[in-house]
């Protein structure tokens, strides 16, 4: 473990198994350090959000994160008021210019068996179906994703972390991330193994497996994957 990560203090949730574990921040921290990463999109947004900030702050570090999930989680609030924020109501963005972050709401939305293979196979989105607020916390959703706009992603990103929504409809994140990754872009992919996302991935995008981590003494669920695109 490198010095820069010894003074880090991790938030709460990264030792829960709700949030992304300490294990998987401190790749994070290690890919940071090269200074190659300079474009950070995050699908799911949370503990994981908070860390980023709060380590980017400390050492004044040049990278940009744009995180998408369909609430704001609470412990960016301190970090978003320290920093300042506007509001883009129009967009439904949240934007602090100030540390390069923004945070775009997006509601959850649904597809159907054929519309979900059809948007792996390529085709258009369809509009499927705004996901009931009871159903937030499936975590076994199925074909849910993020309610991407067509202009929401935007260039080429140097990190993508997914770690959003539940279920078997992350991997939607892929198709979005078709042209909007280039050779060394590293995809980390939590509890990858739950459903085939590095399958998924691979149909999609060409990359190769970094690593590919359980950790059941942590949380008999939990694992992680890094990618990296070739």
Do not use: W
């Amino acid at each position: 473990m490198s010095v820069i990560v010894n003074k880090l203090m991790f938030p709460p949730a990264c030792f829960t198994g709700m949030g992304l574990c300490h294990n998987v921040l401190r790749d994070i921290v290690g890919y940071l350090q090269t200074g190659n990463i300079k474009k950070i999109v995050e699908f799911g947004s949370g503990s994981s959000t908070e860390f980023l900030l709060t380590f980017k702050e400390m050492y004044n570090l040049e990278f940009s994160v744009e995180s998408y999930d369909h609430m704001l989680f609470e412990g960016l609030m301190p970090i978003l008021e320290r920093n300042g924020s506007t509001l883009d109501i129009a967009n439904h963005n949240i934007i602090s210019n100030s540390i390069n972050f923004v945070f775009k709401d997006r509601h959850l939305v649904q597809y159907t068996d054929e519309e979900y293979s059809q948007i792996m196979n390529g085709s258009d989105f369809p509009q499927g179906e705004t996901l009931v607020e009871k159903e937030h916390d499936n975590f076994r959703s199925k074909n849910v994703f993020y309610n991407i706009k067509k202009d929401d992603l935007d260039g080429y990103y140097d990190m993508v972390i997914l770690d959003g929504p539940n279920g078997n409809g992350r991997s939607i994140a892929f198709r979005h991330l078709v042209d909007k990754v280039r050779p060394g872009t590293k995809i980390i992919v939590d509890d990858y193994h739950h459903y085939p996302f590095i399958e998924d991935c691979k149909k999609l995008l060409n990359v190769n497996i970094i690593k590919q981590i359980n950790l059941p003494d942590f949380h008999r669920l939990h694992g992680y994957a890094i990618l990296e695109v070739v």
